[in-house]
């Protein structure tokens, strides 16, 4: 593992590789002592690096692939449709002129592209556009390229003109077929396609975040539960059948067949899945246990749980970084060394079911406990009520839903679709039951407990504080056990619990694309938040960026939030914004009418309003007041409804009590700018500001000579995305920033931070968040486009 890690793991230094390789090669030759340890260290990096390299062979691909659009073959490996557009894995992908891609491309199909039924097997025939994946340039944005390099996605885009070549598909996908078809229409439906099959894009985002916000996120993916109790299920079911009679005991290793059978099943389970990676990893781990099963007399559970640990990595080096696989590994080896007490060993009841549940709520609290630093900072958020929802959700999915799921599914395989029907049906009863558990839970109060960044010490803290008390545990000091468990949770949430606020202003404006969205940060812990880009509906989109961002400087709630105008590149991702910070107060809006009919903008002020929040509307010529920052409003007038939308825009203005001024613009056009500097004639200082948002992201059709000259910006920044199709922003809008020695910021190439604390000369503290350098990957991918 040490050896693994020191190849793969990017915080670790490059340099490190060779330095350690070259020591414990020179150790293993000078002297005797630790040399399993130093030979399995080498072997480790070598591993590791190989891996690497093999990753990044992979993903590589030459130039020509990106060049606007390809003609190309493939075979679809995984298909997925959603209400405005399907998604396509595709594999084996050979470019018109005969080249092959060692990797995988993703894509996406829009409009009449999507008529066409697609399924995984089809071979098709299609026209792309194709770019490298891409992480988003903000603090605490995921790592979504690092994710598409271990799974060998070489290039992401967008398809049309669809042909099928190929209709025959697979047995497996026949199958899987069949099981969807005998899907009910109702949304647990799609509960019941994610543990069967492993699609989970179809349950709402709504019922997504209950059960994330529940800490019961787990019983979504095909994890080592659901493996588990499939393997368990049918070891019982065979167990019982071959004790029936007394030769079949005699004559045959009963136990053995079952377990051989059980294993078998959660195989043929994890196979129609389509083995993602958590079931492979859940099918090592129930293999590994098998074996030592069978090898009982001298295996040590621990022992067996580091064997699984070691044949995973060995199988898929890079899951050293996984995040699902740690989780995992922790909550074992916590009821492992819990195993007593979860087990019950020492306190015999009369009541079994009381023995079931006192084994349960162990097995709840010990996990809970032991993964809570990692959930906190990985996915920014304290589950509070994880211990009560799987007690309560446990036992619902492992007794009754997954149950019945199966049978269905097998039901579906051999052909009796209506029956199925029924069976998936009674599943969906009891998961609405469930689902409506956890919406209540994560109506409770701290029922959506965000937290900020999290620094890495506090974690070491916190496991340092709870291997003492498992020390405790094994001793049998329960006293002790209680005493340190409990003081180190409540340092832990003490510590993790409040906000950091900026000890200036601060003003972040966020890479999101192709959209708009800004932030600003008072020393007294207000934040506003300025627009939000996104497709409505989605998970993930400008809505989630901004929130990850925030929390990585250290806020979880926003007070103030204000949508310039009813565009999906400015208001999409508005909904998700709410659902991602502990409560928004405020919202502000144009009193134009598009904004007071448009559905999504609607959904926003109810959801507000239903948290205790309020809705203002503003107009021209109105000023507020947010902390210590005085706001007019510019534009647009109460009831104006234009031709052009982009017109209908929110412009404010923002003075800074050190007397510096932000303009925010939206998407207004040159007839908006004209009228607003008409009517600052009178007063053109009003029109003069330290820092401007570019308006409509640097379109021709907006920033006239006479705005620009109006305004005359010390700081511009356009908010564009990279590639995109309208080719923002213009040549001749840059140009006529910087003959006025604007300085210049586009959001494609990295967020932009800037501090308003003031430096002797009077300029500004400004920061461009730039690309994160991933040392190993990109060596290893320079490597092989040299090679090739």
Same mark, same amino acid.
């Given at each position: 593992m040490a050896g693994l890690a020191i190849a793969r793991v990017e915080s670790i230094p490059f340099e490190a590789v060779g330095v350690v390789a070259i020591i414990a090669a020179t150790l293993l030759l000078l002297i005797r002592?630790?040399?399993?340890?130093?030979?399995?260290?080498?072997?480790?990096?070598?591993?590791?690096?190989?891996?690497?390299?093999?990753?990044?062979?992979?993903?590589?691909?030459?130039?020509?692939?990106?060049?606007?659009?390809?003609?190309?073959?493939?075979?679809?490996?995984?298909?997925?449709?959603?209400?405005?557009?399907?998604?396509?894995?595709?594999?084996?992908?050979?470019?018109?002129?005969?080249?092959?891609l060692l990797g995988r491309v993703e894509i996406y199909l829009y409009g009449r592209d999507r008529a066409t039924r697609l399924v995984a097997g089809q071979m098709v025939q299609l026209s792309v556009k194709l770019h490298p994946p891409r992480n988003k340039l903000n603090p605490g944005a995921f790592d979504y390229r690092g994710y598409c390099f271990d799974r060998h996605v070489a290039l992401l885009g967008s398809g049309k003109n669809v042909l099928i070549i190929d209709s025959g598909v697979t047995l497996l996908e026949q199958i899987r077929q069949r099981i969807i078809a005998s899907f009910t229409k109702r949304d647990e439906s799609a509960v019941i396609r994610a543990l069967l099959l492993a699609d989970r894009s179809h349950i709402p985002v709504a019922v997504q975040d209950d059960f994330a916000a529940a800490g019961a996120a787990h019983l979504l993916a095909i994890s080592g539960l659901?493996?588990?109790?499939?393997?368990?299920?049918?070891?019982?079911?065979?167990?019982?059948?071959?004790?029936?009679?007394?030769?079949?005991?005699?004559?045959?290793?009963?136990?053995?067949?079952?377990?051989?059978?059980?294993?078998?099943?959660?195989?043929?389970?994890?196979?129609?899945?389509?083995?993602?990676?958590?079931?492979?990893?859940?099918?090592?781990?129930?293999?590994?246990?098998?074996?030592?099963?069978?090898?009982?007399?001298?295996?040590?559970?621990?022992?067996?749980?580091?064997?699984?640990?070691?044949?995973?990595?060995?199988?898929?080096?890079?899951?050293?970084?996984?995040?699902?696989?740690?989780?995992?590994?922790?909550?074992?080896?916590?009821?492992?060394?819990?195993?007593d007490e979860v087990a019950g060993e020492e306190r015999q009841t009369s009541s079994k079911p009381l023995d079931w549940i006192r084994a349960l709520f162990w097995v709840s609290v010990i996990a809970t406990l032991a993964t809570l630093p990692v959930i906190a900072d990985v996915f920014g958020r304290v589950p509070t009520y994880s211990l009560f929802a799987n007690l309560l959700l446990v036992p619902l999915y492992s007794l009754l839903i997954l149950p019945l799921s199966i049978v269905g599914e097998m039901?579906?395989?051999?052909?009796?679709?209506?029956?199925?029907?029924?069976?998936?049906?009674?599943?969906?009863f009891v998961i609405a039951y469930g689902n409506s558990l956890l919406a209540q839970l994560h109506a409770w109060p701290v029922g959506n407990l965000w937290v900020a960044d999290v620094p890495l010490w506090v974690g070491m803290l916190y496991a340092l504080g709870m291997v003492i008390a498992a020390h405790f545990l094994l001793k049998r000091k329960y006293l002790p056990l209680l005493a340190c468990s409990g003081l180190t949770l409540i340092l832990y949430l003490v510590i993790v619990l409040p906000e950091h606020y900026p000890e200036s202003p601060e003003f972040t404006v966020w890479d999101v694309g192709q959209g708009a969205a800004s932030s600003l940060s008072m020393p007294d812990g207000r934040v506003m938040v300025f627009d939000l880009p996104g497709r409505s509906g989605s998970r993930f989109n400008g809505g989630t960026d901004v929130a990850?961002? !925030?929390?990585? &400087?250290? *806020?979880? @709630?926003?007070?103030? /939030? #204000?949508?310039? +105008?009813?565009?999906?590149?400015?208001?999409?991702?508005?909904?998700?914004?709410?659902?991602?910070?502990?409560?928004?107060?405020?919202?502000?809006?144009?009193?134009?009418?598009?904004?007071?009919?448009?559905?999504?903008?609607?959904r926003v002020r109810e959801k507000i309003m239903a948290n205790g929040g309020s809705v203002i509307w503003l107009k021209r010529g109105d000023r507020m007041r947010f902390s210590d920052v005085q706001v007019e409003v510019l534009w647009p007038p109460q009831g104006f409804e234009p031709e052009n939308s982009n017109n209908g825009s929110l412009v404010l203005s923002l003075s800074l009590p050190m007397g510096k001024?932000?303009?925010?613009?939206?998407?207004?056009?040159?007839?908006?700018?004209?009228?607003?500097?008409?009517?600052?004639? !009178?007063?053109? &200082?009003? *029109?003069? @500001?330290?820092?401007? /948002? #570019?308006?409509? +992201?640097?379109?021709?059709?907006?920033?006239?000579?006479?705005?620009?000259?109006?305004?005359a910006p010390e700081i511009a920044i356009v908010q564009t995305g990279l590639g995109n199709r309208y080719q923002f922003p213009h040549g001749d809008v840059v140009n006529r920033y910087r003959k006025r020695d604007t300085t210049w910021f586009d959001t494609k190439e990295g967020a932009v931070t800037i501090g308003f604390d003031g430096l002797p000369d009077g300029r500004l503290e400004i920061e461009q968040f730039g690309p994160k350098f991933e040392e190993k990957r990109d060596a290893a991918l320079q490597w092989w486009q040299r090679a090739l």
């Open positions: 002592i630790g040399r399993i340890f130093l030979l399995t260290l080498l072997a480790g990096i070598l591993w590791g690096s190989a891996a690497l390299f093999w990753d990044a062979y992979q993903v590589s691909y030459d130039e020509r692939w990106i060049s606007g659009y390809q003609q190309v073959t493939a075979t679809i490996e995984r298909a997925e449709e959603h209400t405005s557009y399907s998604r396509l894995l595709l594999s084996h992908v050979l470019h018109r002129d005969g080249e092959m659901h493996v588990g109790m499939v393997a368990g299920w049918g070891f019982i079911i065979i167990w019982w059948l071959l004790t029936r009679r007394e030769a079949w005991i005699i004559h045959f290793p009963v136990r053995k067949i079952a377990l051989t059978i059980g294993l078998l099943l959660a195989i043929i389970y994890a196979t129609i899945a389509g083995w993602p990676i958590t079931a492979q990893r859940s099918v090592l781990m129930l293999a590994a246990a098998a074996v030592a099963w069978w090898l009982r007399s001298h295996a040590v559970p621990l022992n067996t749980m580091l064997a699984a640990l070691i044949l995973i990595l060995l199988v898929d080096p890079g899951a050293i970084e996984s995040i699902s696989l740690w989780l995992s590994f922790i909550a074992v080896t916590a009821l492992l060394i819990g195993s039901v579906a395989v051999i052909g009796l679709e209506d029956l199925a029907s029924c069976i998936f049906s009674m599943a969906s990850a961002g !925030l929390r990585r &400087q250290g *806020l979880v @709630h926003v007070d103030l /939030l #204000v949508l310039s +105008h009813a565009q999906s590149d400015h208001a999409g991702g508005a909904a998700r914004l709410l659902d991602q910070m502990r409560y928004v107060k405020e919202l502000w809006l144009a009193d134009v009418p598009a904004n007071r009919r448009n559905r999504e903008i609607t001024r932000i303009l925010l613009t939206g998407d207004i056009e040159k007839m908006a700018e004209m009228k607003i500097v008409e009517e600052s004639d !009178l007063n053109l &200082q009003r *029109l003069k @500001h330290d820092l401007m /948002l #570019v308006p409509h +992201h640097g379109s021709r059709t907006s920033s006239s000579e006479a705005w620009v000259d109006a305004v």
